[in-house]
């Protein structure tokens, strides 16, 4: 496994529509297994194969809900008082070829962020629920009602297989605010 690169905007390359795989080989269990170690690393919750430069309909989630069962560890780092953290559960996902069906005629708003948009969170509204369709590493059909943090996160990362960004649901204005405060960041950084 190894760690990849993780493209940013303006690269051109996410904006290319990326193309469903047909071959369910060694090859694909590297790439996912290499997009887990990338997303785990940088830290995200979900991360598309073209934002590591591979225009294939493949995706990886883990939304690493806190680990009830775990025991929490006593952290000092936020100003030298001593609280609690849950570890976190890791609960991998793998998607390709991912289809959504029938989404929800009700919205829900979260703020979104992006590994190739670093920095920028901003409120984007998509169906509330969906059901997808997706195979796994295998090529094995799977289809699932989803709705929360899930629903938005898979509608996120299908967005990437598209070419599409979560700035690009933005109005213009805003856009081109994220886009300029990202300029600005990296000027300074
Ligand atoms: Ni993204």
Redesign the pocket.
């Given at each position: 496994m190894a760690i990849r690169e993780i493209i940013e905007v303006p690269d051109p390359r996410l904006k290319v529509i990326s193309e469903p795989v047909t071959k369910f080989d060694d090859e694909l269990k590297t790439l996912v297994a290499d997009m887990f170690e990338t997303m785990y690393d940088a830290p995200g919750i979900?991360l598309?194969a073209i934002?590591v430069g591979v225009p294939q309909r493949v995706l990886v989630i883990d939304l690493q809900p806190e680990d009830p069962d775990a025991e929490p560890e006593v952290c000092t780092a936020h100003g030298g008082h001593a609280h609690s953290h849950q570890p976190l559960k890791r609960e991998p996902r793998v998607f390709i070829n991912p289809e959504i069906l029938d989404p929800s005629d009700d919205f829900s708003v979260y703020s979104e962020g992006?590994?190739?948009?670093p920095e920028i969170y901003a409120d984007v509204e998509r169906p509330a629920r969906i059901r997808a369709r997706w195979q796994d590493l295998d090529g094995k059909v799977h289809e699932e009602e989803m709705d929360g943090l899930l629903a938005t996160c898979l509608q996120?990362?299908m967005d990437?297989l598209e070419g599409i960004?979560?700035i690009d649901h933005l109005s213009r204005l805003k856009r081109q605010m994220a886009l300029k405060k990202l300029d600005k960041l990296r000027k300074t950084a």
């Amino acid at each position: 496994m190894a760690i990849r690169e993780i493209i940013e905007v303006p690269d051109p390359r996410l904006k290319v529509i990326s193309e469903p795989v047909t071959k369910f080989d060694d090859e694909l269990k590297t790439l996912v297994a290499d997009m887990f170690e990338t997303m785990y690393d940088a830290p995200g919750i979900g991360l598309a194969a073209i934002q590591v430069g591979v225009p294939q309909r493949v995706l990886v989630i883990d939304l690493q809900p806190e680990d009830p069962d775990a025991e929490p560890e006593v952290c000092t780092a936020h100003g030298g008082h001593a609280h609690s953290h849950q570890p976190l559960k890791r609960e991998p996902r793998v998607f390709i070829n991912p289809e959504i069906l029938d989404p929800s005629d009700d919205f829900s708003v979260y703020s979104e962020g992006c590994l190739s948009v670093p920095e920028i969170y901003a409120d984007v509204e998509r169906p509330a629920r969906i059901r997808a369709r997706w195979q796994d590493l295998d090529g094995k059909v799977h289809e699932e009602e989803m709705d929360g943090l899930l629903a938005t996160c898979l509608q996120h990362e299908m967005d990437h297989l598209e070419g599409i960004l979560f700035i690009d649901h933005l109005s213009r204005l805003k856009r081109q605010m994220a886009l300029k405060k990202l300029d600005k960041l990296r000027k300074t950084a």
